[in-house]
């Protein structure tokens, strides 16, 4: 018998809003590697739609709101379904960094929060989750996962090895889809225009399915697709990775020959 | 020309651009090609982050010590036997350097590119001279001046929205009769301007890094015309920021490095230059050499969290990156310096946010800037401070949106309110939701919000006007409710 | 403009300077207790390692790169070289630069130059004065000699002196230099070093130096690289493998 490792959910508020899916799959593909999860009820929202629209003070107390919550639980890690919303709570080290109070908590914050993939592939060393999905698609890279979290690779790594899943790549995947927050709806004509360029990027592909690891982003670029009436499947890379899963198909990395991949892979774009 | 550009509010600016679609697609097909000469390049060299880490590391160290270089190279300037003017605001810098202009009985300048001198607006001011004709001699700049003084769109290639048969338009007015060839039109320029070289009497440059221990100025071009301005007249005037400075040589050479590859994808450009007034033997150069430093409010970045915008080395490589210029191209900014450094430097060149206050919102914060400077300015991260300084210390606001977000602050960091505001989205969009057909799967489970009304607010309305809006689950199929049921069946499990 | 506004004014500029200074909320002459140092020896180790064969290949590859005709001969083959060069691009005027017997000996063409026959003979001359600018701009090519070339970029460098002036390299349509394998750094940074040590001591004194990477060019005309534009349509670098 081994230790289980405790798993704190920070669900982010879209997920917890929106999509119940994104979060059911992520919790069952934890607790399915041996992860005992729990969900503190007091977070809301890790603050970042108002304080990137400026309000930097009235969201302090978000963030405080969010530290109490999610270390009110005893956990080992805390995991979220989204690059951009665990960079938003790594980043409050540096925010808070002379808070009296709470610069500490954020540290402690910080040294325990992955994203989901993230967590996967370098904390369990998870290679292959024994997932299968019998389609072609094609991964929108977001922006806050690969440039402020600096995670560019695990989610590519993983669906690598879904059954079945031919991934074919997207061009100029290194463009923002034009969601930013709450950019999207205060210059909606700037940001029309850059997730119609993403649309056609993905349209091109002509995959059957888009993921990514970023569920604001793809609630951004699906909502643009559902109006222009493009047809296509969007799912959260978790629900991929829970996807027709056989356990006799799990690998992990130390079992194989498999080299760790970089975080930050190769290129220097 | 100046700062500001337009008198167009921005969404009419953003508006206009986005019906040109001939500067969408050639912005798009630039940053194309941009990126992939500008990894090819970065990765050629090896060690790119190495390479920036010293970029980042020289400029922030003249910028601390900025009047100590600025000293040490104007007297380098002196006892080399030029003159150093250094000018607080723009009007200082033309008035000197008309003052020069009078001196000398100027009939003909040509003139290098140069954004300083846009930004000072130096033709205009220099034109009001009576006899003095002025030819900017940059291939894109002579265009644009060719073609009624036209905006440009970029620091790096400022006629990025003409096409080849609008340049074609603009020279057959001054004689060009052949076809679009841009080789054509390019040795049209040559030979119109090379007549016009052989006779002006004084040459004006801008500087991209001026050596602090040996006076010299060093200049990165293409085409040649910086050179032969600093060759033909017999008097020169380089002007430059006050922030253009480098200890020596030696990391002129680390910065021209870091400047080519981004700018261009270059290792290093057809011609890079250092130079000074002519020496005594030397039988061409200028005589007479005249630096001017220019504040024109870049001061008023120093001890603030803007400093690092000094670093600017003016490469362009984040406009080549940015999304947001991809769409609206560089006149959808109303300031000669377009893009993600502009909207971080416009509006503190300007000295507060009444001319470019709407610019540091027009970003996704996506970051692609930030990541591809060669001096490693935090560009996105400066861009959200703007944001933060516009709301917390002048609470400027123009609409509704100032409500709401206090709202979504005080419903985000109170839990008990959080979960109303769970079952108020739900309640509040079901009346607009519908199930018609998707075209999407997965995404609208429960259906869709896409119209709403027009009393709705504007942010509700900027993001329904565009896409689709996942209407949300009933409270008890949420997320949280989920999770529970789920622990209490596992734990029941357990239990059983 | 009532006033006359000084340059190399004290006032002025301590009026600029201290106001600078006061605005950093920094002290000014604090410099010389923190020098710059650098945090790392890129600029000087990257392609160091490199032999001067190596060195001379890359300077080949990377000269072609930017459109440059680059060529390697042994001294005895230069002259035969440069009259081919003049007959090829059908050369009429020619300027060249005005160095003393001794330089145009050690490149074997002392002969060479003093037997040429052109309509128009052009060297940049002392006796000219500006009108050096004005013979440039007819001549139909420059060949003149490089300081260094370097591998990394296919760049030749050459300090104007009074032999060799600025206007001489910019002028004329076509361009021919002349360096010897000897000559060849791996990077910008060893023909910087060297420069900066030869002012620093007094060696060299120049207002100018050029590092010139091929043919003059613009890609302003949407993006459609043009090469030829203000300076010289082609270039040519000759490389002497026994100097």
């Known amino acids: 018998m081994h230790l289980q490792m405790k798993v704190c959910i920070f669900s982010t508020c879209i997920v917890d809003l929106l999509f119940p899916n994104v979060g059911k799959a992520m919790v069952e593909v934890l607790e399915r590697f041996g992860c005992e999860t729990v969900f503190p009820k007091g977070q809301v929202c890790c603050g970042q739609p108002t304080y990137n629209s400026g309000y930097s003070k009235e969201t302090i107390k978000t963030f405080y709101n969010e530290i109490d919550a999610l270390l009110s639980v005893e956990a080992d890690y805390i995991v979220g379904p989204s690059g951009s919303c665990v960079a938003m709570l790594k980043e409050y080290k540096d925010i808070l960094k002379d808070d009296p109070a709470y610069a500490q908590k954020a540290q402690i914050l910080y040294d325990k929060t992955y994203e989901f993939t993230q967590f996967i592939y370098r904390v369990l060393g998870i290679l292959d989750c024994g997932a299968q999905l019998d389609a072609t698609a094609t991964f929108h890279r977001s922006c806050h996962m690969t440039r402020l979290l600096k995670e560019r690779t695990a989610p590519f790594v993983l669906l690598d090895h879904v059954k079945d899943l031919k991934m074919i790549p997207l061009n100029n995947v290194q463009l923002c889809c034009g969601f930013g927050g709450t950019f999207s709806a205060k210059e909606p004509e700037i940001s029309e225009a850059m997730v119609d360029d993403k649309v056609n990027n993905i349209v091109a592909t002509k995959a059957q399915v888009l993921i990514g690891a970023d569920q604001a982003c793809l609630m951004n670029i699906g909502g643009r697709m559902n109006r222009r009436g493009e047809k296509i499947k969007v799912m959260h890379i978790a629900e991929v990775l829970n996807h027709n899963v056989d356990l006799k198909r799990v690998k992990y990395v130390k079992d194989t020959d498999h080299q760790m991949v970089p975080a930050n892979g190769s290129g220097v774009f | ?496 | 403009m009532a006033e006359v506004l000084k340059a190399n004014d004290p006032k002025n500029r301590e009026d600029f300077l201290d106001a600078i200074a006061k605005k950093a909320n920094r002290p000014r002459h604090e410099l010389k207790n923190d020098p710059l140092k650098l945090l790392n020896d890129l600029p000087e180790t990257t392609l160091a390692d490199k032999t001067p064969a190596e060195l001379l290949d890359l300077a080949k590859k990377n000269s072609e790169l930017i459109h440059v005709d680059f060529k390697t001969v042994k001294a005895d083959q230069l002259a035969a070289n440069l009259t081919k060069f003049i007959e090829e691009k059908e050369i009429k005027s020619l300027m060249l630069p005005s160095f003393a017997a001794d330089k145009w000996a050690d490149f074997e063409i002392l002969d060479w130059k003093d037997e040429l026959e052109l309509e128009h003979l052009y060297f940049w001359d002392e006796a000219n004065g500006r009108d050096n600018l004005i013979n440039a701009d007819k001549s139909d090519a420059a060949i003149g000699f490089a300081d260094y070339l370097l591998a990394e970029s296919g760049t030749i460098t050459a300090a104007t002196v009074k032999e060799q002036g600025r206007g001489f390299h910019f002028l004329p349509t076509h361009y021919l230099a002349i360096v010897p394998q000897s000559k060849i750094l791996p990077r910008m940074r060893q023909a910087i070093d060297r420069y900066d040590e030869a002012l620093k001591q007094d060696k060299l004194k120049t207002s100018n130096i050029n590092f010139i990477s091929g043919p003059s060019n613009s890609g302003d005309i949407e993006m459609v690289l043009i090469v030829g534009v203000h300076g010289p349509l082609d270039m040519t670098y000759v490389v002497i493998e026994d100097r």
């Open chain 2, 1 to 496: 020309m100046g700062l500001k550009t337009s008198n167009l509010t921005f969404d009419e600016r953003v508006k206009k651009a986005k019906q040109d679609k001939f500067m969408q697609a050639a912005v798009g097909k630039a940053q194309d090609a941009q990126f992939e000469k500008r990894t090819r390049a970065r990765e050629e060299l090896g060690n790119w982050n190495g390479w920036r880490d010293l970029g980042e590391q020289i400029r922030q160290h003249v910028i601390k010590y900025l009047p100590d270089y600025l000293e040490e190279f104007s007297a380098n300037i002196e006892k080399n036997g030029g003159h150093v003017y250094f000018a607080k605001t723009d009007v200082d810098a033309t008035n000197y350097i008309k003052q020069v202009a009078k001196e000398k009985q100027v009939k003909k300048v040509v003139k290098s590119k140069s954004m300083v001198t846009t930004e000072i607006d130096l033709d205009k001011e220099l034109l009001k001279l009576p006899g003095l004709s002025l030819m900017e001699t940059d291939l894109a700049e002579f265009i644009l001046q060719e073609d009624n003084w036209d905006e440009p769109t970029h620091i790096v290639f400022p006629t990025l929205h003409k096409n080849r048969d609008q340049v074609r338009e603009v020279f057959q007015k001054i004689g060009y009769t052949g076809d679009n060839d841009p080789e054509h039109m390019g040795r049209f320029a040559r030979k119109y301007l090379r007549q016009y070289f052989m006779e002006a009497d004084l040459g004006i440059t801008g500087c991209n890094f001026a050596i602090a221990d040996n006076g010299m100025i060093n200049l990165v071009t293409n085409e040649g015309n910086a050179d032969l301005t600093m060759a033909l007249p017999k008097t020169q005037i380089v002007v430059m920021g006050m922030e253009r400075i480098v200890p020596s040589l030696k990391e002129a050479e680390v910065l021209d490095n870091l400047l080519c590859r981004s700018a261009v994808g270059q290792k290093l450009t057809s011609y890079c230059t250092f130079s000074a007034g002519k020496l005594a033997d030397e039988l061409d150069g200028p005589e007479d050499f005249h630096v001017v430093i220019l504040d024109n409010g870049r001061s008023n970045a120093l001890n603030t969290a803007f400093e690092p915008i000094l670093q600017c080395i003016r490469c362009g490589a984040c406009l080549n990156v940015c999304p947001v210029y991809r769409q609206i191209g560089g006149q959808g900014y109303g300031s000669i310096y377009p893009g993600p450094m502009g909207k971080v430097l416009s509006p503190v060149l300007d000295g507060g946010y009444e001319n470019f206050g709407e610019l540091p919102y027009a970003c996704s914060l996506c970051g692609a800037c930030s990541e591809t400077c060669p001096v490693k300015i935090p560009l996105h991260e400066l861009i959200l401070e703007h944001r933060k300084v516009e709301m917390n210390k002048l609470h400027l606001d123009h609409s509704l949106n100032n409500v709401i977000f206090k709202t979504i602050s005080v419903g985000t960091k109170t839990p008990i309110l959080f979960k109303g505001a769970l079952l108020g989205e739900h309640l509040a969009l079901k009346p607009f939701s519908n199930k018609k057909e998707n075209s999407v799967e997965n995404l609208y489970p429960e259906g869709k919000v896409d119209k709403v009304p027009k009393i709705a607010p504007s942010l509700i309305h900027g993001w329904v006007d565009v896409r689709d809006l996942a209407e949300p689950p009933k409270v008890k199929e949420n997320f949280r409710h989920w999770y529970d049921r789920h622990q209490k069946e596992k734990r029941g499990e357990i239990n059983g």
